[in-house]
């Protein structure tokens, strides 16, 4: 049985304060902008929001340099790794026509790691 979820104080600042965000962030940067005006509120109770938003499907999760990035927006996440220097460059995708018809549904979102030699790399 899923569980209840109240609507407490707390949800009510963390969500006012992710209202702000723009762009990915992770749980320790929510927690950083929230803690300034409300020290009260613990990390602890940031993961516990943020997972109970993943599950219903309110925000996405993405994985960069082995942590969770979130977004609010439906985005993808895509990077380019430099196996010489380990760098991560991030890059947008405007479109996966190329896969519609090797995907048996319907892409809400995707990630994708790509490695190679950046150009820096490859000019040395």
């Known amino acids: 049985m899923p569980r209840k979820s109240r ?14 965000i723009r762009d990915f962030f992770t749980a320790e940067h929510l927690y950083n902008n929230v803690k300034k005006k409300h020290p009260d509120v613990g990390l602890a109770t940031i993961y516990r929001f943020l997972k109970d ?4 499907r309110k925000i996405h999760a993405y994985t960069c340099n082995n942590r969770l990035l979130y977004s609010k927006d439906k985005r993808s996440h895509c990077h380019f790794i430099c196996e010489d220097t380990g760098k991560v460059i991030h890059f947008d995708v405007d479109s996966l026509d190329f896969l519609k018809n090797k995907i048996p549904g319907s892409i809400s979102s995707f990630q994708i790691e790509v490695k190679g030699r950046c150009e820096k790399c490859l000019r040395c």
Do not use: C, D, S
Request: aromatic content about 0%; cysteine-free; charged content about 45%.
């Open 53 to 56: 938003l993943r599950r219903n």
């Open 7 to 20: 609507n407490t104080k707390q949800k009510e600042i963390i969500n006012k304060e992710m209202e702000n």
